[in-house]
């Protein structure tokens, strides 16, 4: 018990950093190498260098009640809320799989995931790396048997036959609307997630990412006409799919959930 307790502690400690050092890489990438002219990690209004506590993940923000120890300024709350997603993801994959094939390709999984997500959020748009990378990564995940053993078949169909379907429908609601419903990137996102999760939960990926979306966009208070970043909403769906998919799987689909 004292085991499992010290490992999902530890597999916090691990998502959290993780996230913490993509937040770090891509403002730096974003607003140069050079602002405030330090390596080392500083504070975005006074420019002061950080101390190793105001680097702790989550609970260096807690600690500070969420202001510079140095010029009080305030320090936005998604850092520390992107933490501890990232910090539970992490655990969740130990509690639910335990030390296994699936909890280490999930950790791969959820790092690609999680830098995409925070990519997007902060640029609207996903580098085709990384895409690339979560293809390659699933590819990898579904050669060598992973999640259920559908089958070749059913992984192709998920990865290409159902993102070209929302293409269309992207299309379509594109020539309608004039406006863009889901972005390339998100496209060739859906391509990795589906060849992951085969047909079947491919579908179910496509309803709970909008689920989630609407969701989001119901109780968000900006105006209702801003575009925002959806590919953590692909994220989150894609992570509960994989970690549940069977059960998931098998409450929609029923008997016919091993064929998909
Ligand atoms: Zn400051």
Redesign the pocket.
């Known amino acids: 018990m004292l085991f499992e307790i010290i490992m999902t502690i530890c597999f916090f400690i691990i998502g959290a950093s993780i996230t913490s050092f993509f937040q770090c890489a891509f403002y730096r990438k974003i607003n140069g190498p050079g602002a405030f002219g330090e390596k080392r990690s500083f504070?975005?209004?006074?420019?002061?260098r950080l101390g190793v506590i105001d680097l702790i993940p989550v609970f260096g923000w807690l600690l500070l009640k969420g202001k510079?120890?140095?010029?009080?300024?305030r320090i936005p709350g998604r850092y520390p809320l992107a933490e501890a997603i990232g910090g539970l993801s992490f655990s969740a994959l130990f509690f639910v799989s335990g030390l296994s094939v699936k909890t280490l390709f999930g950790a791969a999984l959820c790092t690609l995931l999680i830098a995409i997500s925070l990519y997007d959020v902060d640029t609207r748009r996903i580098p085709n790396v990384m895409n690339l990378l979560l293809f390659i990564v699933t590819a990898v995940y579904v050669i060598c048997g992973g999640l259920t053993r559908r089958g070749l078949i059913s992984s192709l169909a998920g990865g290409l036959v159902i993102p070209a379907l929302i293409m269309l429908l992207a299309f379509l609601m594109e020539k309608k609307t004039g406006r863009q419903a889901l972005g390339g990137g998100d496209l060739k996102m859906l391509a990795g997630t589906g060849l992951l999760l085969g047909t079947g939960l491919s579908i179910l990926n496509i309803l709970f990412m909008s689920l989630f979306g609407l969701v989001y966009a119901a109780v968000r208070r900006k105006k209702k006409t801003d575009a925002f970043a959806f590919a953590p909403f692909i994220s989150a769906s894609t992570f509960v799919l994989y970690l549940f998919g069977r059960q998931i799987g098998g409450v929609f689909f029923g008997d016919v959930w091993s064929s998909l």
């Open positions: 504070c975005e209004n006074c420019g002061h510079c120890r140095y010029c009080g300024s």
